[in-house]
């Protein structure tokens, strides 16, 4: 319930558009009524000889029946349009607002959740959200008032026992009974949720690696997992629908002995003379009708679990604190964009030993530099402290003299460009993938970015060019060309003044490699440039830093032709030694 009232405050923009929806709902439920109960009484007055005579000079029967009809097919087409308007709505709030929470948090916040996980969550779990308002909210406001609305009347025209039997019925069986279902759905509901999850990131990393788990002959073993995960998803979308099927049951069992009550004590009444006889038709359809209003029920009921699982989820996403936070008053950005790393202490989560402790690190303004390290060492994790993806234990990173932790990230992010070493390639054109990163760029700057880049002559060999679709995660490009990619990506970013290349070399071969460093070094002009990299043997770029393995204990030194001596410890089992 808690999270229910939580998601009512997050959708407060789309309340107009609830509550219009509801009024719609409601008044078309009413006209039903009416409709159903004028058109009863109106036919069994005529057939009473006299009585419909003597009525027919107060009010017109059939123009009641008529507006019901035209205010009840009005009114569900309406219904229709607001309803689903507002839950449209509802799920675009919802969505954006998990989008805003996850830019907050992404990526070091996500680092625990599996491939696909999060794309689940936005997509599977948020969709489930229809049902809160569409099929839950209100339903149950339109069965309540429907059910109030027919026991008045009863009450009023009929027997007021009879009115409290039905009231009995209504409640228990037609309201209160598919919900006393849900504890045997519960854990099935919760259950169908999580398997939803796991069988689209188990597709997703299926057909991913499937040409890997094709040759390594996995690939049976792993859609044999796969399809028992659909049966269980199955068994546990039947033992939903079993409860949903009692809560249906248990409605018509009320709407039958309610009937039966009102016909057993109409009868007797309109015997005795105390209920008229077209009275009493107009009551008995009116009831029929009211037991309508709440057929929605039993399936709200049964898919609350899984709403409440899937709220669950999105709100654990919700809740995760932001690794880093924007300062509250932001210092403006440097004049200068000297780098330095100053006893930087960091250490991933779920390790006792840091990546990094008591790392120094500087990188003047207009100074080119490349960081040899091998695999592993913590060169990602160094580029994500630089634009603060993560912030150190320990220790403090300046820029210009100011800790980055008092600049605003956008400005921050804006003056240092990253080119991942795993660079996210959207499934688009080449241009397409470009101007995510530069919207206002030509078709002039993007071939210049990809020439200054070494992709300039291979784009242009293409059929289509600039307009190629690269496929799903860049499946057509080759891990080099992804990367090289990614770094014309950074050239397009003419605001940034430190560039921050992570294995830009990776998957080229050695003249390609040297050549596009040598490039890279001309290309950035009179920016700062900072290359990581694994491969000792390219040529050199300014100040180069080696490693090598050793013992888990031991702590390194770097040495630098300007610089005094640098204690670096990158990793529990690497010593670093500098060369120039």
């Not at 912030?391 to 605003?408: C, F, K, N, S, Y």
Request: charged share 20%; net charge neutral; aromatic share 6%.
């Amino acid at each position: 319930m808690r999270d229910l009232l939580r998601l009512f405050r997050l959708w407060r923009p789309a309340w107009p558009w609830l509550l219009a929806a509801l009024a719609v709902a409601l008044v078309t439920t009413l006209a039903d009524l009416a409709l159903m109960a004028t058109a009863g009484w109106f036919v069994t007055a005529m057939a009473a000889a006299g009585l419909a005579a003597q009525t027919m000079n107060y009010f017109t029967p059939s123009a009641i029946i008529r507006a019901a009809a035209i205010l009840r097919t009005g009114g569900r087409w309406l219904d229709r349009v607001l309803g689903h308007e507002a839950t449209f709505r509802l799920l675009a709030l919802t969505r954006v607002d998990l989008f805003r929470r996850l830019a907050e948090i992404a990526p070091a916040g996500l680092d625990d959740l599996r491939y696909g996980e999060v794309a689940a969550r936005l997509k599977l779990d948020v969709d489930r959200l229809e049902l809160v308002f569409l099929r839950l909210v209100a339903p149950l406001v339109v069965a309540v008032a429907v059910g109030g609305v027919t026991v008045a009347a009863i009450a009023r025209c009929g027997d007021g026992r009879i009115a409290v039997i039905v009231a009995a019925l209504f409640g228990l069986g037609g309201l209160a009974a598919p919900f006393l279902a849900r504890p045997a759905t519960r854990l099935a509901g919760a259950r169908e949720v999580a398997a939803a999850t796991v069988l689209r990131r188990g597709v997703g990393e299926h057909l991913e690696g499937l040409a890997a788990l094709i040759v390594t002959g996995d690939d049976e073993r792993r859609a044999a997992a796969l399809a028992a995960r659909l049966d269980a998803r199955i068994a546990d979308e039947t033992r939903v629908a079993n409860g949903e099927a009692l809560g249906r049951i248990a409605q018509s069992l009320s709407r039958d002995a309610a009937l039966i009550a009102l016909l057993a004590g109409g009868a007797a009444a309109v015997a005795a003379g105390r209920i008229a006889t077209a009275d009493f038709t107009a009551l008995t359809l009116l009831l029929l009708a009211g037991f309508e209003a709440v057929g929605p029920i039993p399936a709200a009921a049964a898919g609350l679990a899984a709403t409440s699982a899937a709220l669950r989820r999105l709100f654990d996403l919700v809740d995760r604190p932001p690794l880093v936070r924007d300062p509250a008053t932001p210092a403006p950005l440097p004049r200068r964009f000297d780098l330095v790393c100053d006893a930087a202490r960091f250490t991933h989560a779920g390790r006792d030993r840091p990546t990094f402790d008591g790392f120094d690190f500087t990188l003047a303004e207009g100074e080119r530099r490349r960081i040899d390290w091998p695999s592993g060492a913590g060169k990602s994790t160094l580029a994500d402290l630089l634009v603060r993806a993560r912030d150190p234990d320990a220790g403090e990173i300046r820029l210009g003299g100011v800790p980055i932790t008092a600049l605003a990230l956008a400005d921050l992010r804006a003056a240092i460009a990253v080119a991942p070493q795993r660079p996210h390639v959207f499934a688009a054109s080449i241009a397409e993938n470009l101007r995510a990163f530069a919207p206002w760029a030509s078709e002039d700057d993007l071939r210049r970015a990809l020439t200054l880049a070494g992709l300039g002559p291979t784009v242009a060999a293409l059929p289509d060019g600039l307009a190629t679709f690269v496929g799903e995660g860049g499946a057509r490009l080759s891990g080099g060309e992804a990367r090289r990619l990614a770094v014309a990506r950074i050239f397009l970013r003419d605001d940034a003044h430190i560039l921050v290349l992570d294995e830009p070399t990776e998957g080229l071969d050695e003249p390609t490699a040297a050549a596009l460093l040598a490039q890279l070094e001309e290309a950035a002009a009179n920016r700062s440039l900072l290359i990581f990299s694994h491969r000792a043997e390219t040529p050199k770029v300014a100040v180069e830093i080696r490693t090598e393995w050793t013992s888990p204990s031991a702590v390194g030194r770097v040495t630098t032709p300007d610089a005094p001596i640098e204690r670096i410890l990158l990793a529990p089992h690497l010593v670093v030694r500098g060369t120039t």
